[in-house]
């Protein structure tokens, strides 16, 4: 059996991104993908239309045990050499909010079609339907059993990805590939994923969204805070400041700490102008219940449980007093929730963790422990901030491994 001169496992961004870069470069490249088509985390992101990078590359946007290897990596390869890489596959890139960048197309379909071609044109040799089951290396060579039979390699990259999105294509066997060939892992967890709450009356408030601020308490003390949606959910809660948060969380629901967040639904409104607000209205007559007075300043649906985590006992408009109504304040302003869970790998975009950057050399992302592989994309402990952070992660890696 001929060795092939380089085999890549995982037809994901980071995957596509090396294979064309070395086919490029005069490499034989073979690129195995278990899924029928290419990229297809690529062809959901954004919404569809595919979040390809952000503008704004800061060593601080990305989260790993070894964060010196993030700035190593990351060294040189900011926004401006993903940008030149897919204008010379066919992509000019358009900006959006918050340095966000697109396809000009605002279509994820024209991203994997045009790099499937790109690849294809350099000379890749591109294998769908076919999952690698397991690798060896036996002397020089990688010995890989697929679906569609034995391959061999001299040079192997893993760009497997992570659990994240199993429906997808996420998988754990490139970690178990890693292990095998002497690799350690940092421990993986969901991330960028919706929260999960036990309490009962979220439910009754599933479908209600507010711009808010969402700030994370751990066995009472607090971490951080998060700006943005708020969704809340038959399950529990979800929205952007939430998944902005669930890293956090995710990690610390694994070390069996006590997560509770404290939801400002008003920000925009101080504790001041929210009281004078309310007192404002307060009519000395009114036997208005407090239900109803609340009505037109927060959602129906999250009435009764402000008025229920206030403890205010007042029922009537007429008997809200300066005591009365800085309660209501406090609870629209840290409207408590108890998280128990986060939806899982399934609901997850990226995972944290995996394989140990301390082992493989930021230059080159040629493993240190076995030579002749390389990783790239997200099977490394390595995950970014929703926004672009994480393809620009999977195209630099890619990029670096075919230096
Ligand atoms: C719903 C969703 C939306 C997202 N939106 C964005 C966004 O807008 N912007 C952003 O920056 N990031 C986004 N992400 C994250 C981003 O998609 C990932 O970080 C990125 O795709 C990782 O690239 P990768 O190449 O490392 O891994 P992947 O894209 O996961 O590719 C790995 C590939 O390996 C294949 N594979 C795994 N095991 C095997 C095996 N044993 N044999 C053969 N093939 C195998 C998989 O099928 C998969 O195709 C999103 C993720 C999800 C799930």
Request: hydrophobic share 40%.
């Amino acid at each position: 059996m001929k060795n092939k001169e380089w085999i890549i496992i995982g037809a994901g961004a980071a995957g596509l991104c090396a294979a064309i870069n070395l086919a490029r470069a005069g490499r034989q490249v073979t690129l195995l993908e278990q899924n029928s088509r290419v990229g297809k985390k690529i062809l959901v992101s954004g919404n569809g239309k595919c979040n390809i990078d952000n503008r704004h590359i800061d060593p601080s946007r990305f989260h790993s045990q070894n964060p010196d290897f993030v700035r190593q990596v990351l060294k040189g390869y900011d926004f401006p050499v993903v940008e030149r890489f897919f204008f010379s596959s066919g992509l000019p890139l358009v900006e959006g909010k918050e340095g966000k960048m697109f396809p000009m197309s605002l279509q994820a379909s024209s991203v994997t079609e045009l790099l499937e071609y790109e690849a294809k044109r350099a000379g890749v040799e591109i294998v769908c339907d076919c999952t690698v089951t397991s690798v060896d290396k036996e002397g020089d060579t990688f010995r890989l059993e697929t679906t569609q039979g034995t391959k061999n390699a001299a040079q192997l990259i893993l760009t497997s990805g992570s659990p994240a999105a199993p429906q997808l294509g996420g998988s754990n066997s490139g970690y178990a590939f890693a292990t095998k060939l002497g690799h350690t892992l940092v421990p993986r967890h969901p991330a960028l994923v919706q929260l999960c709450s036990e309490e009962s009356w979220v439910k009754g408030c599933a479908g209600v969204k507010v711009a808010g601020i969402a700030k994370l308490y751990a066995n009472g003390e607090y971490i951080t805070e998060k700006k943005g949606d708020i969704l809340f959910t038959n399950y529990g809660i979800s929205g952007l400041a939430i998944l902005d948060l669930s890293r956090e969380v995710s990690i610390r629901l694994a070390n069996f700490d006590y997560c509770e967040l404290s939801l400002d639904l008003m920000p925009e409104l101080s504790k001041e102008k929210l009281t004078n607000l309310l007192l404002d209205r307060v009519q000395k007559e009114s036997e208005k219940p407090i239900g109803l007075w609340l009505h037109g300043i927060l959602n129906k649906k999250l009435i009764a449980i402000i008025i229920e985590q206030s403890k205010s006992r007042v029922k009537l408009e007429k008997e809200l007093n300066r005591k009365e109504i800085n309660k209501l304040v406090h609870a629209i302003k840290n409207l408590k929730l108890s998280i128990n869970d986060t939806r899982g790998f399934k609901g997850a975009e990226v995972a944290t963790g995996g394989v140990n950057t301390a082992e493989i050399d930021p230059q080159t992302m040629a493993s240190k422990i076995t030579p002749g592989l390389y990783f790239a994309g997200e099977i490394l402990d390595v995950d970014g901030d929703r926004g672009g952070f994480n393809f620009h992660w999977a195209w630099v890696t890619g990029m670096r491994v075919s230096r």
